[in-house]
């Protein structure tokens, strides 16, 4: 630890995005804070560091497309709003086609960096197991999904509501040089490029449909991790479902899903993919790469039996295999009011996953608004949510009251979220069929950014 400036600061419980996020804006607007990471003191069960800002599960911070996909637009507003986690996540890009990936552990440790550096932050290693002490008159827990049992229990003491919680699943990362490019070719999807690739930045394993369906068998058939009792009836989150989960749905479910064929072409075969596994990069060295979509509960022994079916990977070498773990969230429609501060007791706020958003820049997003409502807090600044117009307000509308608290599920940020458009005549003019949609949604962009301009 080292001894900074402490009068009267924001503290903030846990040293994921969101956490890092709000730590960074709080001490940016010149408001001491105390960020603390139970990490390594505690470990969990899906962390592999003492990293701040880990990122345990993919690599990829999806969409880059600010002008057609609401996560995009999430991206440039959170630049909009100087975030670390941005800023970072662009320094560590590797190629993804059209999204936003990064390597993972320059990603870490340069966000790591940044905060021990910053004046106004202290980092304390330690696991606050219960309620934070009284005199903590500012506090964010943004503990994500492994929330340690003690503030678990606490939380739901004081918020009154039964805990929420649902499973979230890794996905395996190999070797590049143990795949097989007689088979397997790189493209991106309709060779689109993004934020740092070239257009043929993922690696593609074609099957037929022979090979399809035998694979199939062998998710169903495949031996599971076995859930203890209190965790059987814990729902997963849609978002990030076990590929056999989604095998079991239906043959054909992982066909129309993350093992669509579309907008590839094999330069290794005449022969049309009735399946392709896409591999992205995980690391700047371009060393490793992950399974896109194949977060798994499978036994590490089933798995990799099963994925080396996979054409080009028959001799796969896995640095990490996929695994499982708990997520919990809080039935924050109920719980929080506009400035994420807990109803039943105001000096503590939430952010990140812990509200019920998914998704990495979700969670970076609501810490980057609750650190900011700390702050103004603490310096006496009246402050107001983004607009609902924006990705973030829209973010914060549902998990703040939009949400049905009856049936609260975790949510990526999506169009759906933000106030309609409608496209005047004029805006209309020559559109046809899905024209008119891209056109909508491009309006809705830029009206958030331009928004989102004005609350930064």
Request: proline share 6%; charged share 25%; hydrophobic share 40%.
């Amino acid at each position: 630890m080292t001894n900074k400036r402490t009068d009267n600061p924001i503290h903030i419980i846990g040293g994921g995005l969101a956490g890092s996020e709000a730590a960074w804006q709080a001490a940016e607007m010149g408001v001491p804070v105390v960020l603390h990471e139970m990490r390594p003191v505690r470990k969990t069960e899906a962390h592999h560091t003492e990293g701040l800002a880990e990122l345990v599960c993919s690599n990829s911070f999806r969409s880059d497309d600010k002008e057609y996909n609401a996560v995009g637009v999430l991206h440039e507003e959170m630049r909009i709003c100087n975030s670390l986690i941005m800023r970072e996540g662009d320094k560590a890009a590797v190629p993804a086609g059209g999204a936003l990936a990064v390597d993972r552990d320059v990603f870490s440790q340069n966000v790591t960096k940044t905060l021990e550096e910053h004046p106004l932050v202290t980092i304390e290693r330690g696991e606050i197991a219960g309620l934070p002490p009284e005199d903590w008159d500012s506090v964010i827990i943004a503990t994500g999904p492994l929330t340690s049992p003690d503030l678990a229990k606490a939380i739901q003491e004081i918020g009154g509501e039964d805990e929420l919680a649902f499973f979230d699943a890794i996905a395996p990362i190999m070797h590049k040089e143990s795949i097989n490019f007689d088979i397997a070719w790189f493209q991106s999807r309709y060779d689109k490029e993004g934020p740092a690739g070239t257009g043929s930045d993922y690696i593609n394993c074609p099957m037929n449909k022979e090979q399809y369906y035998a694979f199939i068998d062998a998710l169903i058939d495949a031996e599971k991790t076995e859930f203890k009792e209190w965790e059987k009836n814990t729902p997963y989150f849609e978002g990030c479902m076990p590929i056999e989960v989604m095998a079991s749905r239906g043959v054909e479910t992982l066909r129309f899903g993350p093992m669509k064929p579309v907008g590839l072409t094999n330069p290794n075969s005449d022969e049309k993919p009735w399946a392709v596994v896409q591999l992205r990069q995980d690391n700047a060295l371009g060393t490793l790469y992950n399974m896109v979509g194949f977060q798994t509960k499978m036994k590490y022994g089933a798995q990799t039996e099963a994925f080396r079916m996979i054409p080009g990977l028959e001799n796969a070498e896995f640095l990490r295999l996929g695994g499982i773990h708990r997520n919990t969230f809080i039935n924050s429609p109920k719980l929080l009011d506009q400035q994420l501060r807990m109803k039943a007791q105001p000096r503590i706020r939430f952010a990140g996953q812990i509200t019920g958003c998914e998704g990495y820049v979700e969670s970076a997003s609501v810490g980057l608004m609750a650190g900011r409502f700390a702050a103004a807090e603490r310096l006496n600044i009246e402050s107001f949510p983004p607009a609902d117009t924006t990705a973030m307000g829209a973010l914060l509308g549902h998990i703040t009251g939009g949400g049905n608290a009856d049936t609260f599920q975790p949510m990526n940020v999506n169009f759906g979220l933000f106030p309609p458009y409608e496209l005047s005549t004029e805006e209309k003019k020559g559109l046809k069929g899905k024209e008119k949609g891209r056109a909508r949604k491009k309006a809705i962009a830029n009206r958030a950014l331009n928004d989102m301009k004005k609350w930064a």
